[in-house]
């Protein structure tokens, strides 16, 4: 990025970069020269941050009619969807958005697997990711409290109570987390201002992960260095500006589907009951996005080791390059590789449904073996295949099977078009 | 590009076909047209009118509707009773207001921003009333419940006999939508129980049809707004989006690489 020589046109221009180099960064971003093959997988950066302002927009619409009070946070979720100027849209647009936000970064996350893009030099951008990811599910969980309903309730009594296995010390850090002896209104108030606050880190940590991105540039589908700027690339702007505003409109339309057309359908019934402390749901479910972590959870018998097992299958991910041993990225390339990247997709998958299932009979074995085959993936079969696989023949440049490179490489992307 | 689309729709089939399998219970609900369903859905007025009447007739006794006001009632995309009809509803409730500038309660007739009397004041006093089973608060019933609207629809007509291997206790009903078939609601419907104003026959058919519209439009008042609204926008962003599709291979026709 420091190759640029950019100086303002205009007079202003030059005495305002000259101590604030604005301009500078916005020449950065337009000229920021991007792979030329990066393909619909690479939209989801972009859409990701569209989510985030999403977020953040309509969450700060809705904080300004919300009261966070056990006697009155549920009432006040009705005003917001009866009273309130389009309030329901607001809302709707925010619960779903939730949604919408992990499906994208699951899509985000699946992508940097298959292509290796975690692998060096991009470790930085992608442990501020699995940093940005755990961030996300904590102000997931903790939105999800605020409307104060059955599921609200007895989720976060599930969830904190998970603190509790720590020896010594457990029930201790329960009773702190809650402020009292029970999920009750200082925990609504906590979850509120928590809730509130981590978005804005998040925004933080994602200008770092694109930051840190723009030092070494986008990883490909190719997954080779290449020369920037060169005929391998593209100036981010108009480029890469109209392919990711044409992605997420694609995306919008799906997210509009939802908030117009289904809006509860990912949400749990239970939670347009008000919370009651005295009455248990019949099943305790978490949202659907963190259906796998849930189900790896309930597999251990024992609760501390279960809780460890849930945290260490997220944090395995921030080891992930060092686990990873083979220097080849793209699984274009890597016949093997690319077979137990779809068993693992849809372990995650079984995982995500055996999670949302009692944890008994044949759901409890299920999830059983999909954990075992969770961890043999990052800890046994990344860093053997690294050194057993064979893997083919990488092109030099990204334009040489365009200029009509080797046969290998036509074959192989004709199999990578057939994965997009 | 297609595969794209494709595997858009695979994720989502995963994600609603999950959350229904937990949400659905195993019973075959029985099932009606409703009006409010599609793309275009909306309520059907003289539905919602008359489920207003049975309801207020009926469920009110027990069950409270407190997120609702009078005024709701007269609003557009609701059973739009007109001004002055909402007005005499409000004005047949007795409303406690107060306190006074001598510092007491005092009753009056109710006003459009009232919002619905409840029929008993709080929880306890409901419970100690119905044999200690609180009748739910009706305003967001079938957004609560899995089956949603077929799911009450069903309830209200599923009394039957209990099988000869179920004992029931008193004051306890068997109900085959009912989650374990016992429910401490009698049935609340019978043929001819109401009489309708615009001369419907109030069949328990009709009537269980006719309050399950009136609680989905209590539960989603702005449903037709949200169809309408929904219908443009996304007309809108398809344009938009084969506009930018054009814009873009447009641009990249520059570059020699697809998109």
């Known amino acids: 990025m420091s190759d640029h020589d950019y100086r ?45 302002i999403t977020q953040i927009v309509t969450g700060l619409t809705l904080a300004m009619h919300y009261i966070a009070h056990a006697d009155m946070a549920f009432e006040s979720v009705e005003h917001i969807m009866r009273d309130v100027n389009y309030g329901w849209l607001i809302r709707y647009i925010h619960a779903n958005g939730a949604s919408m936000f992990f499906l994208a970064v699951y899509i985000h996350i699946f992508r940097s697997l298959f292509y290796g893009s975690y692998k060096a030099p991009r470790e930085i951008i992608w442990i501020i990711g699995i940093i940005i990811y755990l961030l996300m599910m904590a102000a997931a969980f903790m939105g999800y409290v605020l409307p104060w309903g059955q599921m609200s309730f007895w989720g976060a009594t599930v969830i904190t109570n998970l603190f509790s296995a720590i020896p010594l010390v457990g029930e201790g850090i329960v009773t702190w987390l809650w402020g009292g002896y029970s999920v009750d209104n200082p925990t609504l108030t906590r979850f509120f201002t928590l809730h509130y606050l981590i978005p804005f880190l998040i925004l933080g940590l994602v200008i770092l992960h694109i930051w840190a991105l723009h030092v070494p540039g986008n990883n490909n589908p190719v997954g080779i260095d290449i020369k920037k700027p060169s005929k391998d690339t593209v100036p981010f702007h108009p480029y890469i500006v109209i392919k990711d505003g044409f992605a997420l409109l694609m995306f919008m339309i799906v997210f509009a589907f939802f908030v117009f057309y289904a809006p509860n359908i990912l949400g749990h019934a239970d939670n347009y009951i008000e919370a009651n402390p005295m009455v248990t749901p019949a099943h305790i479910v978490p949202e659907w996005y963190l259906l796998p972590f849930y189900a790896i959870l309930r597999s251990v018998p024992d609760k501390l080791l279960g809780v460890v097992a849930m945290l260490s299958a997220i944090l395995i991910l921030a080891v992930l390059p060092w686990l990873d041993t083979s220097k080849i990225r793209s699984a274009v390339f890597r016949p093997l590789y690319k077979q137990f990247y779809w068993i693992l997709v849809a372990d995650v ?72 | 590009m297609k595969n794209l689309f494709k595997l858009f729709s695979i994720i989502i089939l995963i994600i609603t076909s999950n959350s229904y399998s937990f949400a659905a219970e195993k019973v075959e609900y029985l099932k009606t047209d409703w009006s409010f369903k599609g793309l275009f859905g909306k309520f059907d007025r003289a539905s919602l009118q008359r489920g207003y009447q049975v309801y207020t007739e009926v469920c009110a006794s027990c069950h409270s509707m407190k997120y609702l006001s009078y005024r709701n009632l007269a609003e557009p995309g609701g059973p739009e009773f007109s ?127 006719d309050v399950t519209t009136f609680l989905m439009w209590s539960a989603e008042p702005h449903l037709e707004s949200r169809h309408q609204m929904g219908f443009k926008a996304i007309t809108y962003l398809i344009i938009l989006t084969i506009l930018v599709y054009f814009s873009m291979k447009k641009i990249w026709s520059r570059v020699e690489s697809e998109v």
């Not at chain 1, 079984?350 to 059983?368: K, N, T």
């Not at chain 1, 046994?380 to 040489?400: A, R, Y």
């Open chain 1, 8 to 52: 303002p046109k205009s007079k202003v221009g030059q005495w305002f970069n000259d101590r604030l180099p604005l301009l500078t960064l916005a020449n950065h971003l337009t000229d920021y020269p991007t792979p030329k093959n990066l393909n619909y997988w690479w939209t989801f950066g972009g859409i990701l941050t569209f989510c985030l």
């Open chain 1, 349 to 420: 998958l079984i995982l995500g449904y055996v999670g949302a299932m009692p944890a008994e009979g044949l759901y409890l074995l299920i999830a059983r073996v999909a954990t075992a085959y969770y961890f043999l993936h990052f800890l046994v079969i990344l860093p053997v295949l690294g050194f057993k696989e064979k893997t083919l023949p990488v092109p030099l440049s990204i334009t040489e099977p365009v200029l009509g490179g080797s046969p290998n490489l036509a074959a192989a992307r004709n199999k990578e078009s057939k994965i997009e």
């Open chain 2, 83 to 209: 001004e002055a009809q909402a007005k005499a509803i409000a004005a047949s409730f007795e409303v406690t207001d107060g306190p006074n500038s001598d510092g007491e309660m005092f009753t009056r007739p109710g006003k459009l921003s009232d919002k619905f009397v409840m029929p008993y004041d709080n929880v306890k006093a409901a419970q100690a009333a119905n044999g200690g089973a609180y009748p739910p608060d009706m305003s967001v019933l079938v957004k609560a419940r899995g089956g949603g609207v077929d799911y009450i629809y069903s309830l209200l007509q599923g009394y039957e006999e209990a099988p000869s291997n179920v004992s029931l206790d008193d004051g306890v009903y068997y109900n085959k939508y009912m989650y374990g078939n016992k429910i401490r609601m009698a049935a609340p419907l019978s043929d001819g129980l109401v009489e309708y104003g615009d001369g419907t026959n109030a069949t328990v058919e009709q009537m269980s049809k």
